[in-house]
């Protein structure tokens, strides 16, 4: 990263309307994003998340059980941008 590169903004947002049991991933970016990858770190079950894309506007719901997942558990989403980086985000619950 130079000095005049501009810091990437995480294209999603994470929809808390359905927790604690399904939180919706939401693309807010107006780029295609592809391998989208969720996984669960710590204590609790996710129900595995793999999409080959989510375009703009589109979203993926996230189903996860555990017990005091907000001290327990994260979950780290994976994606490539359409240049071809990847880039990780972690969220708490």
Known sequence: MTSTTLAYTVPFT???SRAPRVYR?????PETVTGV???L???????PVATTR???GDSVDLCVLGVELTRSAIAVVRW???DGDEYLWRFSF
């Open 41 to 47: 770190v710590g204590t609790g079950l996710l129900v």
């Open 37 to 39: 990858r969720v996984t």
């Open 54 to 56: 989510l375009d703009p």
């Open 14 to 16: 994470l929809d808390r």
């Open 25 to 29: 991933l939401v693309n807010d970016s």
């Open 80 to 82: 490539f941008r359409p």
